[in-house]
DNA sequence: TCTGGGGTCCTAGGACCC
DNA sequence: TCTGGGGTCCTAGGACCC
């Protein structure tokens, strides 16, 4: 038995943790520099606005119906679902989280639970101790245990939990009956189109179509999804996260940027992240690909992002090797008198450092590397992200990220913490 | 007229997830 | 004028090996 545990509207309840006054109007989150639509309080969607929409599109309708757009304030969240998978954890031995705002539990052993209470017991607690409301849905594969939490939500006499095994079959067939085949976990609309020339319109239609057919023509992916409808297991609960096998970085611009020092400013700034992100994993990268992306230029069809791959003559995390050659890319990749829009780095064919190769024509170069880079990471821990960085990066950095609505990071800046005042 | 059978590695592209 | 930022897996096809 399987469990997957989901915030319902993540970023909008964060949030409201710190802001009660957004409680019970309608609020949404904006992607970084305010671009789209990321989250919706059940308000904002009662109002129609739909998930995804450019932010300059929705104004109109959120001035007529008062609705708050807050910036994303990712430091906020991450910490809130920090919090929130290791309240999770208590319920399981045997945990894998998922995404920023959801995780899977094994509940094998835990059978002598009842699991729609075990479910109500989790929701409490979340709620009690982090304020965030949460759906739980069981299922015996992956799959089941995603569609369960899917109609968890859409029952409101369920009270957020769906034990989808303890419904009998003309239940569970009367409720597939009623989802579309891309409300299943893995089919998305490219698929699902498909599948309804074929006839299979609805979740019931997919778990009793053939798996040879399905096969033949969608692949292994999709087959495996009819077999987990089934309740045949094909997917596994990772309790470890397997290293990454690439780490990318990359933003939009607050606004074009046309000079190459600025670029290379930018991506040097990318570098950095995800070089600290690769260290996080005790990894180094033997190649590196950057890609600037020019701005449209009126023409109806997205330009191209222009890319460039740069090997390395040796594996590495440290953030001055990388951005050397980042630095040569971008120069090779600009084109002067363009606008660009945003720039992204992207390291690849990750390696463990523990297995790297020495150089023998320096043999101490790796561990005096080593050492300098304790010493960045060490520093910026204590201090702050950025604190030492490479020149490079630059200082004003003008081509930083909108943000205009952003709450205060409320649980990881001694300056930004709440005051509770008595009375 | 008929043209084997078993691999590996790499790249590009497509589909999906949140 | 303004449309995010991360990831994964699979497949097909080409080049090459014996």
Redesign the pocket.
């Known amino acids: 038995m399987l469990a997957l545990i989901?915030a319902n509207h993540?970023y909008v309840a964060c949030e409201r943790v710190f802001n009660p006054r957004l409680e019970g109007r309608p609020v949404v989150v904006?992607?970084?520099?305010d671009?789209?639509v990321?989250a919706r309080s059940p308000e904002a969607k009662a109002l129609g606005l739909p998930m995804?929409?450019?932010?300059?599109?929705c104004?109109d309708l959120a001035r007529r119906h008062g609705i708050v757009a807050l910036s994303?304030n990712y430091p906020l969240y991450a910490d809130l679902s920090a919090r929130m998978m290791a309240v999770l954890g208590q319920f399981s031995p045997r945990q894998e989280i998922?995404?920023?705002?959801?995780c899977f539990l094994d509940l094998t052993g835990l059978e002598r639970f009842d699991p729609t209470a075990y479910g109500q017991a989790m929701r409490r607690r979340v709620q009690q101790w982090l304020g965030l409301p949460v759906g739980v849905g069981f299922g015996s594969t992956k799959t089941l245990a995603?569609l369960a939490n899917h109609l968890a939500k859409r029952e409101p006499d369920w009270a957020g939990v769906c034990d989808f095994g303890a419904l009998d079959a003309p239940a569970q067939d009367a409720l597939l009956a009623g989802l579309a085949a891309?409300a299943?976990?893995?089919?998305?609309?490219?698929?699902?189109?498909?599948l309804r020339a074929l006839g299979i319109a609805t979740a019931r239609d997919l778990r009793d179509a053939d798996p040879q057919v399905v096969?033949r023509r969608f692949?292994?992916?999709v087959e495996?999804i009819v077999w987990e409808l089934r309740g045949v297991a094909g997917l596994t609960l990772e309790a470890i996260a397997?290293?990454?096998?690439?780490?990318?970085?990359?933003?939009?611009f607050g606004r074009?940027v046309a000079a190459l020092a600025e670029l290379q400013a930018a991506v040097a700034h990318?570098v950095a992240?995800?070089a600290a992100?690769l260290r996080r994993q005790h990894g180094r990268a033997g190649a590196v690909q950057i890609w600037l992306r020019p701005?449209?230029d009126g023409a109806a069809s997205a330009p191209p992002s222009i890319a460039g791959?740069l090997r390395l003559a040796a594996p590495s995390a440290d953030p001055a090797v990388l951005t050397a050659a980042a630095t040569r890319g971008v120069a090779a990749l600009y084109q002067a008198g363009r606008r660009y829009?945003?720039a992204?780095v992207?390291?690849l064919e990750l390696g463990s450092a523990a297995r790297a190769q020495g150089d023998w024509l320096a043999p101490d170069a790796a561990a005096r590397a080593a050492a300098r880079l304790a010493v960045l990471d060490q520093v910026n821990a204590r201090w702050g992200r950025g604190t030492l960085r490479l020149a490079r990066e630059g200082f004003q950095q003008p081509w930083a990220?909108r943000q205009d609505h952003r709450s205060p990071a409320y649980t990881t800046r001694w300056a930004e913490l709440p005051v509770a005042r008595a009375g």
Request: glycine fraction near 10%; aromatic fraction near 10%; charged fraction near 25%.
């Open positions: 989901d993540f904006l992607s970084n520099n671009g789209c990321v995804g929409a450019p932010w300059f599109q104004r994303s998922y995404s920023i705002d959801e995603k891309d299943v976990w893995g089919i998305g609309p490219r698929w699902a189109a498909r096969r692949g292994v992916v495996r397997p290293p990454k096998q690439q780490i990318l970085a990359s933003r939009s074009p990318h992240r995800a992100k701005q449209r791959l829009r945003g992204g992207m390291l990220m």
